[in-house]
C-alpha cells in the first residue's frame, strides 16, 4: 500500500530553500499516517513572470502556466501546500474547481482579524469565497480548524495534518542540571544573575513582540526569575 505524488514547487523568481525543498515534501506528504511506500516527484520552477520579490504578497506568484498544466495532467486531487495566498494559488484552485478536480489547502494560519474597515470587509469575504470552491482542508491544529470555520469551511471537510514534532525528545533535552544550564548561559555569553527570555515568532508588528517586553517591565519580583 502506497501513494504517488508530484510535487511543482513555483518559486516566482527567487529559490527558497534548496536542496531541502524535496526533503520537506517527502516528511509533510505522508501526513500523519504510516505508508510503507511513497514516492515524491519533486521539481522547483523558477518562472518569474510577474513582479515577483521575497515580500509576501498575491503578487509575488504569478503563473498562469498552471492553468493549462492541471488542464493535461489528469490529477486525481490538487494540494495547495503554500495556501491560497498568490495569484497561481488562486487560478489552480479555479482551475480545479472548473475541471472538477478535489482541491485542498493547506496552511498553518490562525486567529482571524478583526473586521473594522471596507478593506477588511472585502478580505473577509474574498476568503469566504476562496474557501467556498476548495474540496477540503488540511489543518495543521486547533486554531488553524477554528480560522478555516469561521470563514465558513464546513469541518466535516478537515483533515488533520499537524506541524508534529517529538514532544517527549525535546522534554528530555530541556531538562537541564543546574550546572549544565549554568554553563550553557555562559556558552552564549548571559550573566548567571541575569533573565533570559526566548521570544519565538517573527519581530512583526502582527507578532506584537511589545506585549512581552510590557509584560516583563510590569513582572513583580522578576529578579527571583533569572
Same mark, same amino acid.
Given at each position: 500500500l502506497g501513494f504517488r505524488?508530484?510535487?511543482?514547487?513555483?518559486?516566482?523568481a527567487y529559490?527558497?530553500y534548496?536542496?531541502?525543498?524535496g526533503a520537506i515534501?517527502?516528511?509533510?506528504s505522508?501526513?500523519?499516517?504510516?505508508?510503507?511506500?511513497?514516492?515524491?516527484?519533486?521539481?522547483?520552477?523558477?518562472?518569474?513572470?510577474a513582479?515577483?520579490?521575497?515580500?509576501?504578497?498575491?503578487?509575488?506568484l504569478v503563473?498562469?502556466g498552471?492553468?493549462?498544466? +492541471?488542464? $493535461? %495532467?489528469?490529477?486525481?486531487a490538487?494540494?495547495f501546500?503554500?495556501g491560497?495566498g498568490?495569484?497561481t494559488?488562486?487560478? %489552480?484552485?479555479?482551475?480545479? $474547481?472548473?475541471?472538477?478536480?478535489? =482541491?485542498?489547502?493547506y496552511g498553518?494560519?490562525?486567529?482571524?482579524?478583526?473586521?473594522?474597515?471596507?478593506?477588511?470587509?472585502?478580505?473577509?469575504?474574498? #476568503?469566504?469565497?476562496?474557501f467556498?470552491?476548495?474540496?477540503?482542508?488540511?489543518? =495543521?491544529?486547533?486554531?488553524?480548524?477554528?480560522?478555516?470555520?469561521?470563514y465558513?469551511?464546513?469541518?466535516?471537510?478537515?483533515? +488533520? +495534518?499537524?506541524w508534529? #514534532?517529538?514532544?517527549?525528545?525535546?522534554?528530555r533535552?530541556?531538562? +537541564?542540571?543546574t *550546572?549544565e544550564r549554568e554553563?550553557?548561559?555562559?556558552?552564549? %555569553?548571559?550573566?548567571?544573575?541575569?533573565?533570559? #527570555?526566548?521570544? *519565538?515568532?517573527?519581530?512583526?508588528?502582527?507578532?506584537?513582540?511589545?506585549t512581552?517586553?510590557?509584560?516583563?517591565?510590569?513582572?513583580?519580583?522578576?529578579?527571583?526569575?533569572?
Amino acid at each position: 500500500l502506497g501513494f504517488r505524488c508530484k510535487a511543482l514547487d513555483d518559486a516566482g523568481a527567487y529559490l527558497r530553500y534548496e536542496p531541502l525543498g524535496g526533503a520537506i515534501w517527502v516528511q509533510v506528504s505522508p501526513g500523519m499516517y504510516r505508508w510503507r511506500n511513497i514516492r515524491v516527484e519533486y521539481s522547483q520552477v523558477v518562472t518569474n513572470k510577474a513582479p515577483c520579490s521575497p515580500n509576501r504578497g498575491y503578487s509575488r506568484l504569478v503563473n498562469p502556466g498552471i492553468v493549462p498544466a +492541471l488542464a $493535461r %495532467g489528469r490529477y486525481d486531487a490538487v494540494i495547495f501546500f503554500t495556501g491560497w495566498g498568490s495569484v497561481t494559488a488562486l487560478l %489552480g484552485l479555479a482551475t480545479c $474547481r472548473l475541471l472538477r478536480i478535489p =482541491s485542498f489547502l493547506y496552511g498553518d494560519s490562525s486567529l482571524p482579524p478583526p473586521v473594522d474597515s471596507a478593506r477588511a470587509a472585502m478580505r473577509a469575504g474574498v #476568503i469566504k469565497a476562496i474557501f467556498g470552491m476548495t474540496t477540503g482542508f488540511m489543518v =495543521s491544529g486547533t486554531r488553524n480548524a477554528d480560522y478555516y470555520a469561521h470563514y465558513g469551511a464546513g469541518r466535516d471537510t478537515f483533515f +488533520l +495534518l499537524p506541524w508534529a #514534532i517529538d514532544n517527549d525528545r525535546f522534554a528530555r533535552a530541556a531538562a +537541564l542540571t543546574t *550546572s549544565e544550564r549554568e554553563a550553557l548561559r555562559e556558552r552564549i %555569553g548571559i550573566r548567571p544573575d541575569a533573565m533570559a #527570555i526566548l521570544f *519565538s515568532a517573527k519581530l512583526v508588528p502582527r507578532k506584537d513582540p511589545f506585549t512581552l517586553l510590557r509584560a516583563f517591565e510590569r513582572m513583580r519580583h522578576r529578579a527571583r526569575a533569572a
